[in-house]
């Protein structure tokens, strides 16, 4: 049977109008919906950003002025080899306590802890237990880690490291130290801040 001259232009226009809606969609998310999500997704960074300065505040009232205080802010990929998968950025808050032993860091740490309801965890080797180990009887740096929530749909982190070893943030001037971070991030759309490398 021969398709009538009629049917194939009702096909054709068919087909026409969904490869018109189909465009119409696409340039849509394109040109407006992508655009709202990457500007939404840039907001709650700098959301984050201020609930880390408050916090950071919180904590200078609770334990005292830090040694040292630094911000970073970055975005970087999962393969930092080939710079390839996906993106994601981050927001942090360090600060430095320095000339503080085992002692007295595991009880700033214990302090900080309070502004959370998750437990602390273990996040080296060298650490054990919930407070820092003296230096000479535990070699190497000791970290923990805590959640303290989400901040504008961004999971958010403290940690804890005594002594500081690694030396990319700061280098500090005494043996015994405390590092308290401050952190948020998560999966990005774009590159809100400098790719790390």
């Known amino acids: 049977m021969a398709m009538t001259k009629t ?3 009702i096909i054709r226009y068919t087909l026409y109008g969904l490869l ?4 119409t969609a696409l340039l849509g998310y394109v040109l407006v919906l992508r655009p ?3 500007r939404q997704q840039k907001q709650n960074f700098t959301k984050a950003e201020s609930r880390l300065d408050e916090l950071a505040k919180q904590i200078e009232a609770t334990i ?6 630094k911000k970073d ?5 999962a393969n930092l080899l080939s710079e390839k998968g996906p993106l994601g950025c981050d927001v942090s808050i360090y600060l430095l306590y320095e000339n503080k032993t085992a002692d007295i860091s595991s009880a700033l740490m214990q302090k900080v802890a309070l502004f959370s309801d998750s437990n602390l965890r273990i996040g080296s080797g060298s650490a054990h237990g919930k407070s820092f180990v003296n230096k000479s009887q535990q070699r190497g740096e000791q970290t923990f880690f805590q959640n303290f929530g989400a901040t504008s749909q ?3 982190s403290f940690s804890y490291s005594y002594p500081l070893m ?4 700061f ?4 043996e015994e130290n405390l590092q308290i971070g401050l952190s948020c991030g998560g999966p990005a759309m774009a590159e809100y801040y400098p790719v790390n490398k």
């Open 154 to 156: 961004l999971p958010c």
């Open 64 to 69: 005292g002025k830090p040694d040292a205080t």
């Open 20 to 23: 018109i809606l189909g465009l």
């Open 7 to 9: 049917k194939v232009r």
């Open 166 to 169: 690694d030396r990319k943030i």
């Open 36 to 38: 709202l999500q990457i």
């Open 73 to 77: 802010k970055s975005c970087g990929r």
């Open 171 to 174: 280098i500090p001037k005494a």
